[in-house]
Structures are given as C-alpha cells and as structure tokens.
DNA sequence: TTTAGATTTAGAATCATTCTAAATCTAAGT
DNA sequence: ACTTAGATTTAGAATGATTCTAAATCTAAA
C-alpha cells in the first residue's frame, strides 16, 4: 500500500503534477533544488526551468506558498490555509505553527498600515529543540 | 542645523559608521545596493565587500536589522525596538508597523514551536494605497 | 617599533532565480 | 487524421544578490 494519495485532476501537466507531487509528500519544505532533484526522480527528464515555471504556476494557482526569509532559498509550503512559522536562527529549521490570530490585531495591523490586507503571519525566530542544547 | 544626529561612539570603524549613518538617515529600507551607493557619497573609497562585511558585523552587533520577503534584495532597518511590517504584494513597499501583541499569543507561539523565542513578528502583505486606487 | 589581529579592498566565485529561443505538446476546428 | 495557435518544456545563458579570497592596510598592544 501506497500512502501517497493520487492528486485529484486539476488539469495539470505531467511535470507540474510531479512537482506538486513532490512538494506535499515532503516531510519539511524543500527548496526548488531539492525539489528538482526529487522530480527528476519521478520523471527523468525534466528541466531545472521546468520546476522554476511549475512553482510559480503552482503559487499563482494557489496549490503552493513560498516561505523565504533571509537566509539562502526559498522554501516550499504544501498547506494552503493560513498559518504561521517558527525558524530557528541557528540551524534553519523550519516548522509550521497554527496561531489564532484574534480578529482584533488583523483589523488593528491592516488599519494602521492601510494597506488592502491579503494575508498576515507571524514569524517566530529563536533555537529549535535540538540547538537549544 | 543638521537634521542628522551624531552617532554615539560604538567603537566603529570609519566605514561602519559611515553604513550605519547612511540606514539612520535614510527615509525607508534600503537595500545593500542603496546603501552602498550613498555610502560612496560620504566615503568615497568604500568596497562593496566593505558594505556588506559592515552590514553583518552591524546586524550582529544587534544596531540594525535584515528584512527579506521572497521578493529579491534584502533591505536594512535601523529601528533597534520589535516592530511589525507591511509589504505591498505588488510594488514590494515596506512599512514599519508597531503592533502589541498580546503575550498570550507570544507565549502560545513559543509553546507550540516549542522553541527559544528570539524575535517574533507579524507580517502583513496586501496592497498599499497607491497600489490599491 | 614590532607584531598580531582585525579590517578593507577589488575582483572572482557562488548561488538562486529568471530569461531566451528553439523544440515539443495539446486542444480546437477542419 | 491534419493544421494551426497557443501553451509548455527544454538547455543553457544571463542576471542579481551575496560571499569568498588573497593581498594590502590599519590599529592597538607589547
């Protein structure tokens, strides 16, 4: 048995669907060269542009978010609902955080700011479990 | 009389004061690239390895910050206290927001990553009212 | 004044990402 | 099935940001 579960049709091409294949079976977020190097495995010929072009698709589709923050590339997200991230500043570890965001400190941050709010986060920087030994 | 306020003595070198002067001074964020340029202004021989090596050095030393969002260079901050920003999802504008947020959230965040909380900030993207008509 | 360490410099190198142009695929209409 | 137009893919070049390297210079302490 298999526990990768088919990806419902959404029209795509083969190579999107591998990359997007790819992106949710992964245990963390991977960078577009990770990425690549796992689609070729899937499918052996495709190009390096090719999964530059499927992540953009697939972020403009609303299938994918790219995480980045200063340090290196890009990372991938497979979760589409709005949520939150933890990095630690020693290692990069990247993990996904569910915070309730009262609906108070949205509307205060879109107010102050008075930019037509699209989305929010919270970020959490500091040292994961393993480098805050 | 000047606008621009004498630096404190940090013990910096000329070329990292004259970094740290150019992010003081300056209106908004600027990138690296920026800072270089206005930083050849007030010390014409400055390396652009210079620029960079400061800009670490003066992160490290905790008298400024990086910013970066997926969208190509990161941008300087001399704002020394936590604050929020808000970016425009579509000219990349950056503003600095001060958000309170609630210590329920901060030690909730921390819970749940399970990390050493460092920093946290929210982020805000969305349009910016030029953007936005 | 010597010396060791830190800093600066110019330019090369690296890394992530985007662009380009040609080849290939796909779907729609015949 | 055949044509055509548009979208997609490909390989590799190009770009842009950032870091590295090695030599020169500065600084502070002995």
């Known amino acids: 048995m298999n526990t990768k579960e088919k990806i419902e049709d959404l029209g795509l ?65 497979s979760m589409t609902s709005r949520h939150d991230h933890a990095i630690c500043t020693k290692c990069g570890k990247l993990v996904d955080m569910e915070i309730d965001l009262p609906e108070e400190i949205v509307a205060f941050a879109a107010e102050f700011s008075k930019f037509k709010l699209e989305s929010i986060e919270l970020t959490l920087r500091g040292l994961c479990p393993e480098c805050n030994k």
């Open 13 to 77: 091409t083969k190579q999107r669907e591998v990359v997007l294949r790819v992106i949710r079976d992964a245990e963390q977020h991977l960078t577009a060269n990770e990425i690549f190097e796992q689609s070729k495995q899937l499918l052996p010929g495709i190009s390096f542009a090719t999964v530059y072009n499927s992540l953009r698709y697939l972020k403009e589709a609303g299938h994918i978010a790219e995480i980045s923050f200063g340090n290196g590339a890009s990372r991938f997200d």
